[in-house]
Every structure is written in structure tokens, then in C-alpha cells.
């Protein structure tokens, strides 16, 4: 409880848009901090330098009077600069008009001090009768003289204070203003995104197609729109990849289910002239026929999950062809060639592929069918060839759909469940190979291509 109540879980608790503002707001804040305390300190220093070089400047011209005996008593300067000029002695001799002639702006032991480049000082100017800090160059003259030459330092106060009163009361404006821009600014941005939460909270379960709103501007937020596109594509696919499958699996069932339930009401209803024997065999067929389709579809589930086997391991195509081969009659199943070939992968797997297109091959051909592997550089090719009618090119690709046959009885006798070839695809495109069909002139060629082992 004590968790949720900290500052962070408040915070995660914002909205997204609230958060965004308030982190662009505190960086502003402080960056405006920054900006200001550097502008009153360069603007400070660049005041100051400027009045102590005027002081400087009239300080050198009175050193250059005196020097020249053309010093003039009292000392005219035109802008306002306090002036005295001392002996070696510390009296005052020369002074501008209404200046002190009696108490030097800087004692004796502060003149022996201060730099001969004629850096400033600050000098309170208050017991000189100045309602204001001063800033104080000391000059050395010939002779012993020293000059000293000051400046009020009331303007420089006064513009500093002004310039830090407009940024006290300027900079919040500014911010708040700055503030709700980002507001509004990172509201619009996120628009798109809402409009993405709001296609996404209408999308439901029907059938229909189901899109989320994508913005104009080719941005990031178009980009995961056109991404989100994408995966619902895939996941409409798939959809109605599996209704088709349960679609066309009902249908499947549905045949043996019904002529096993025909038979066992015909022997049950009629027992005195029922060739029991005869039965047990139609029922034994059409379960086996439910048995194969379970199997089929059962096999097509591992291979959707994309898993790799736990019985993966080097697999020598050479002898699999061979064994897999001498299952056939060898006067129609005949191997051209089987030369050495080690793919990765489940043996039994592999094994299923080649019965599969044996047993298609075998079904169509007229006379024979030839088995041949041979590997190239990087990959094993197996092609199984028959003599048969062959399929059209339009079709070729069709018939590794599920639930495919292109004869237009259907016949569950000869063509099976039509799962035989979609098995085919899925384990060789799990074992990272390819299969296709071309024509062989007469009849048909399935060439399956497995990468080889690197081990």
C-alpha cells in the first residue's frame, strides 16, 4: 500500500501526455534558470568592464595633463567621472569639481596595492556623501602623483536590477506559455495513437476485415500502424487458414463417421443376415481412414508450432532415400542415383516426406518412379519422378494447401485426406528447405532442397 502511494507510482500513474509535458516543462525550467543566471553575470561583467574602462580612459588622459604640467585645477571631464590627483605626499592637489579634497577615494596602503594595468575596485561611496558604490581605477603619474578616477556604479545596479526583476517576472510567463504549447504540441502527436487505441477497442471477433487508422505523415507512429496493419493481416490469415482447416476437418470426418454408423445400424437392425466378418472390415477401414486423418492433423499442429524436434540430429539422406525406397515394389520404385547427403534434422520427419511423395507418385504413375539425390555445394536436392498424367501448372501450387485433391470426385479411396502433400511443405520448410512441383515430360517432379549439415 505503501508502494503505491510513493512519488514514482503516482507518476506512473499519469498519463502519458501529462508526464511528456511535465519533464519538457522541468527541462525548460531549468534550462531558462541557467540562461538567465548566465545573462545577468555576462551582462554584470560586461557593465562593469565597460565602466571601469571609461575610468581607465579618463584617468590615462589626466595622467597625460599632468605629466604635460597642463593639469587645470578643477580637473574638467566631460561624462561625470570623480578625479584626484594626489602628490608624492598623499595631498590632494588637483580635483574634478565637487569632488573631495580632503579624503583620497583610496588610502595610501590601498594605492601601494592595486595593479599598475588599472583594474577597478568597488569603493563605498558612502562617506564621501555618494548614495552609491563606486568603481575606482588607480593611475601613477610622473613625479610621485597618483591619480585616481572613479565612476558611480548606480546606472550598473540599476540596470542589473531591472534586467533581474523582468526575468523574475518573465521567465514563469514564459514557461507557462512554453508549458501549454508542449501541451498541445505533444497532444496532437499522440493523437494518431489515439486513434490507434480507439480502431483497436472497435476491433472484434466478426469477420469482417479489422484495420487500424493509419496517419498521413511517415513518422513512427505511421510505421507501428502499418506494422499493426501487417500482424492483423497475419493473424486474419491464420484465422481463416483455421477455419478452412476445421471446416474442411468436419467434412473429412464426417464421411467415415457416417458410414461406420450406417454399417453398425444396418448389422445391428438386421442380425440374422449380416455377414458380421464383412463389417468388423468396412468399420475397421473407415477407422483406420479417421486414424490416418487424426495423425495428419496431429502432425500439421507440431509443425504450425514452428518447434524445433528434440530428436534433431544428422540425418544421411543416402541411406533414408534407400530404406524408404525398398519399402516399394522395386520393378516401379526404382533410385536413379543416392549419393552421399547429411542434413540436419528428424529422421522420421524426412521419412514421412519421402512416403508421402512415393506414395503420390506411385498412385499417378503409369509405369514407374524415379528417386534420385544429389547434393551440390550447400544443399541436398531429392526429386521423385512418375510417368503419370501430371498436374497442371496452375495447379501445382494448389495441391499443397490443405484438404487439396484435384480430382473432382473426391475419392477418399485413392487421393486420401489431401493432407499428404501439406505435411510435405511443413516439415521441409521446418527443416529450412524448399519443395515444388515441374513438369517432367510425361508426368510429374517434386524436388525437395535441404540445406546441408555444417556439422
Do not use: C
Not at 501529462?18 to 554584470?44: C, E, H, P
Not at 502527436?189 to 480507439?198: F, G
Amino acid at each position: 500500500m505503501a508502494a503505491d502511494r510513493s512519488p514514482l507510482a503516482w507518476w506512473r500513474r499519469k498519463s502519458l501526455r501529462f508526464r511528456l509535458t511535465a519533464t519538457a516543462s522541468a527541462v525548460l525550467a531549468l534550462a531558462l534558470a541557467a540562461a538567465s543566471a548566465l545573462l545577468v553575470s555576462v551582462l554584470g561583467r560586461a557593465l562593469i568592464a565597460s565602466t571601469d574602462e571609461v575610468a581607465y580612459q579618463r584617468a590615462r588622459e589626466v595622467v597625460a595633463l599632468a605629466d604635460d604640467g597642463r593639469l587645470s585645477d578643477p580637473v574638467a571631464v566631460p561624462d561625470g567621472t570623480i578625479i584626484q590627483v594626489l602628490d608624492d605626499r598623499g595631498r590632494i592637489t588637483h580635483v574634478t569639481l565637487g569632488a573631495d579634497r580632503l579624503v583620497p577615494l583610496v588610502s595610501a596602503r590601498a594605492r601601494e596595492e592595486d595593479p599598475p594595468d588599472g583594474r577597478g575596485r568597488f569603493v563605498d561611496g558612502g562617506p564621501y556623501g555618494i548614495p552609491a558604490p563606486l568603481r575606482v581605477v588607480v593611475l601613477h603619474a610622473d613625479h610621485g602623483r597618483t591619480v585616481i578616477a572613479a565612476r558611480s556604479f548606480k546606472d550598473v545596479a540599476d540596470s542589473l536590477a531591472a534586467t533581474v526583476h523582468m526575468l523574475v517576472v518573465g521567465t514563469p510567463v514564459l514557461l507557462v506559455l512554453l508549458g501549454a504549447a508542449s501541451w498541445l504540441i505533444i497532444g496532437r502527436t499522440l493523437r494518431p495513437i489515439t486513434a490507434l487505441r480507439r480502431g483497436a477497442a472497435e476491433i472484434s471477433g466478426t469477420a469482417r476485415a479489422r484495420r487500424l487508422p493509419v496517419p498521413e505523415a511517415r513518422d513512427e507512429v505511421h510505421e507501428l500502424a502499418t506494422t499493426l496493419n501487417d500482424m492483423l493481416a497475419r493473424l486474419e490469415a491464420a484465422e481463416a487458414s483455421q477455419r478452412a482447416l476445421i471446416s474442411d476437418a468436419a467434412h473429412e470426418l464426417r464421411s467415415p463417421l457416417a458410414s461406420i454408423r450406417l454399417q453398425l445400424e444396418v448389422a445391428l437392425g438386421h442380425p440374422e443376415g449380416q455377414e458380421w466378418p464383412e463389417t468388423a472390415e468396412g468399420v475397421l477401414e473407415d477407422t483406420l481412414r479417421l486414424s490416418r486423418l487424426a495423425e495428419g492433423l496431429l502432425t500439421l499442429a507440431r509443425l504450425d508450432e514452428r518447434r524445433r524436434p528434440a530428436r534433431w540430429q544428422p540425418v544421411d539422406l543416402g541411406e533414408l532415400v534407400e530404406a524408404t525406397a525398398d519399402r516399394y515394389d522395386d520393378t516401379v520404385v526404382k533410385i536413379v542415383a543416392a549419393g552421399p547427403a547429411v542434413v540436419d534434422g528428424d529422421a522420421m520427419d524426412l521419412g514421412r516426406v519421402l512416403v508421402n511423395l512415393l506414395d503420390n507418385a506411385v498412385r499417378h504413375a503409369a509405369g514407374h518412379v524415379g528417386v534420385e539425390l544429389r547434393a551440390t555445394r550447400a544443399e541436398a536436392v531429392i526429386t521423385v519422378t512418375d510417368d503419370g498424367p501430371g498436374i497442371p501448372e496452375a495447379d501445382r501450387e494448389r495441391v499443397f494447401n490443405r484438404f487439396t485433391r484435384l480430382d473432382s470426385s473426391r475419392s477418399r479411396d485413392d487421393g486420401g485426406a489431401g493432407l499428404g502433400l501439406a505435411i510435405v511443405r511443413e516439415t521441409v520448410r521446418a527443416h529450412g528447405g524448399s519443395v515444388h512441383l515441374e513438369d517432367a515430360s510425361p508426368g510429374l517432379r517434386a524436388v525437395v532442397r535441404l540445406p546441408l549439415s555444417r556439422s
